[in-house]
């Protein structure tokens, strides 16, 4: 999934996923990590409540509903998954990568947090994904790296090996691939194809479900994508970076995507959370939906819904806020529902 993260230094993670095993021990049993001296502040707490408010918003009325957590996260996520466990089918643990060009590593935060999981009496049922993403220390989304990764069909199968190897040394449920940026290039995708076929093969013989994330660009239309896996459409990113002011999502893209890939058969819809701070017309910076509370109560205004949709929005000298509420991703996804004729499973970007 995009995001607006620097790359941190990472130290390798051993495949055995003991380490982050035992560690996870020390867990409360709603699955809460850290030691008991450990505070939590006023604005993680708040913003655990409005993330509960999110949740319960998106799984009413029997809505599958998935999320995510990310590595750089201060440690919230667990403690929102544990107080939400009712309501969340699956968690995508964001995300191994290749540091280095060529050898799969999983962040330790990301590792711990896998094992938190599983330690956790409220939470061990629930299906965790090892989310796979084609970055690497210099760059994200790697075009380069999918090359190396499956250019050839040997590379595909041992990429496809490697991935199966790791979710199955942190004892995950399924496998999730975030391959992104291959856009138009159609021999790209073939040989995604043929990769997707190997994880599908290997997936299936060591019990690991499969879903595949794909870009809103992705040529629905002019490739044959494997039935099976689950598919994740990113339904966000309208506005943001090197754009003007706008919402992550309106009404219109949401139903034109969902004419695009309901094709597909087996489709989530991920939808994110927050939204972006304006500076001038292209310069983007992401807030969360309480860094936009405290900026409007800093400067003494208030928040217009759009009609369009139903994001909220304010202005405050040169800037200008976008940002979802509970009630924006409620009304995204009854976009979507209506769109497809059904109930369509969501997942929550992010956690």
């Known amino acids: 999934m995009k995001s607006t993260r620097n790359h941190k230094k990472r130290a390798k993670i051993k495949r055995c996923a003991a380490a982050a095993l035992a560690a996870a021990l020390c867990l ?55 107080k939400n466990a009712g309501r969340i089918d699956s968690v995508g643990v964001f995300a191994a990568d290749y540091p280095d060009g060529k050898t799969l590593t999983l962040p330790e935060k990301s590792a711990s947090t896998v094992g938190q999981i599983k330690a956790s009496e409220t939470l061990k049922q629930m299906p965790v994904y090892l989310s796979v993403v084609n970055d690497t220390k210099d760059e994200e989304k790697s075009v380069t790296l999918l090359n190396h990764l499956i250019g050839t069909s040997s590379q595909a199968e041992a990429s496809a090996n490697a991935i199966v190897d790791m979710a199955k040394s ?29 994880l599908i093969a290997e997936c299936n013989e060591n019990g690991l479900k499969l879903r595949i994330v794909l870009e809103t660009l992705t040529p629905v239309e002019s490739i044959n994508l494997p039935t099976g896996p689950e598919y994740v459409v990113m339904c966000y990113n309208l506005y943001g970076n ?35 701070n304006f500076k001038g017309s292209q310069q983007a910076e992401a807030v969360t939906a309480d860094e936009a509370a405290a900026l409007m109560k800093k400067h003494d205004v208030k928040p217009k819904r759009d009609k369009d949709s139903g994001a909220l929005y304010f202005k405050y000298g040169s800037h200008t806020v976008w940002y979802a509420d509970a009630k924006t991703l409620s009304t995204w996804a009854e976009t979507l529902d209506q769109a497809a004729n059904r109930k369509v499973p969501v997942a929550l970007w992010r956690l």
């Open 170 to 198: 942190y004892n995950c449920d399924g496998v999730e691939i975030d391959f992104e940026k291959i856009r138009k290039d159609t021999a790209l995708w073939a040989r995604f194809v043929d990769f997707e076929n190997r």
């Open 242 to 276: 090197g754009t003007k002011p706008g919402p992550k999502a309106d009404r219109a893209f949401l139903k034109k995507t969902a004419g695009r890939f309901e094709k597909l058969g087996n489709v989530t819809y991920a939808l994110a959370n927050g939204g972006f």
């Open 28 to 82: 409360m049993t709603l699955g809460a990590c850290g030691s008991k001296s450990e505070t939590t502040t006023t604005s993680a707490a708040t913003g655990r409540q409005e993330q509960t408010q999110e949740i319960k918003s998106l799984s009413r009325n029997g809505r599958t509903l998935g999320t995510w957590t990310v590595y750089w996260d201060g440690g919230g996520a667990v403690r929102t998954l544990a």
